[in-house]
């Protein structure tokens, strides 16, 4: 029997904090940026950004560096695209589709830089324009505190 979406269109809790433990701890580069995973839906993931003094890219001003911002929403463009690819695979274990995360790659990345980043958090939203067999295609944006578009960005990534 095929399992089914929740009703509000959410994934089983297993998968849900098994895509957490993966994308904030397993994957280092992430923790080091320190960021957390909000809410995860199979179109659209949102994440949050403590600012740190290590995330300044500017002294003068205490602004997020944008190497910060771009591999902030390369990485969550990444995430959207694998759970997209899971709401696709109901059908097998929370476990197998963990296992996505393995074939998830950055083929193409822009970063539009919008204005300065500055604030004590950062919120972030990547959005699944398609998810086909082997490529997929998001949209991210990068808010301050007050939510001001920061950044916005598109992502292509290998699926398969």
Same mark, same amino acid.
């Given at each position: 029997?095929?399992?089914?979406?929740?009703?509000? $269109?959410?994934?089983?809790?297993?998968?849900?904090?098994?895509?957490r433990?993966?994308?904030?701890?397993?994957?280092? #580069?992430?923790?080091?940026?320190?960021?957390?995973?909000?809410?995860?839906?199979?179109?659209?993931?949102?994440?949050?950004?403590?600012?740190r003094?290590?995330?300044?890219?500017? #002294?003068?001003?205490?602004?997020?560096?944008?190497?910060v911002?771009?591999?902030?929403?390369?990485?969550?463009?990444?995430?959207?695209?694998?759970?997209?690819?899971?709401?696709?695979?109901?059908?097998?274990?929370?476990?197998?589709?963990?296992? #996505?995360?393995?074939k998830?790659?950055t083929?193409?990345?822009?970063?539009?830089?919008?204005?300065?980043?500055?604030?004590e958090? #950062?919120?972030?939203?990547a959005?699944?324009?398609?998810?086909?067999?082997?490529?997929?295609?998001t949209?991210?944006e990068f808010?301050?505190?007050? $939510?001001?578009?920061?950044?916005a960005?598109?992502?292509?990534?290998?699926?398969?």
């Amino acid at each position: 029997m095929k399992k089914r979406l929740s009703p509000d $269109g959410h994934f089983e809790p297993e998968f849900v904090e098994g895509v957490r433990a993966i994308f904030e701890e397993k994957i280092v #580069f992430n923790q080091i940026l320190g960021v957390k995973l909000v809410d995860i839906t199979p179109t659209v993931v949102t994440a949050r950004l403590p600012m740190r003094p290590e995330l300044v890219g500017h #002294f003068a001003y205490n602004r997020v560096h944008g190497g910060v911002i771009s591999a902030s929403l390369d990485a969550l463009g990444g995430v959207a695209c694998l759970v997209a690819k899971a709401a696709r695979h109901m059908d097998q274990t929370p476990v197998h589709r963990l296992d #996505f995360f393995l074939k998830v790659g950055t083929i193409d990345l822009r970063i539009d830089y919008l204005r300065q980043g500055i604030g004590e958090f #950062f919120d972030m939203r990547a959005e699944v324009l398609r998810i086909g067999s082997r490529v997929g295609t998001t949209r991210m944006e990068f808010f301050d505190p007050d $939510g001001h578009m920061v950044a916005a960005g598109s992502g292509a990534y290998i699926v398969s």
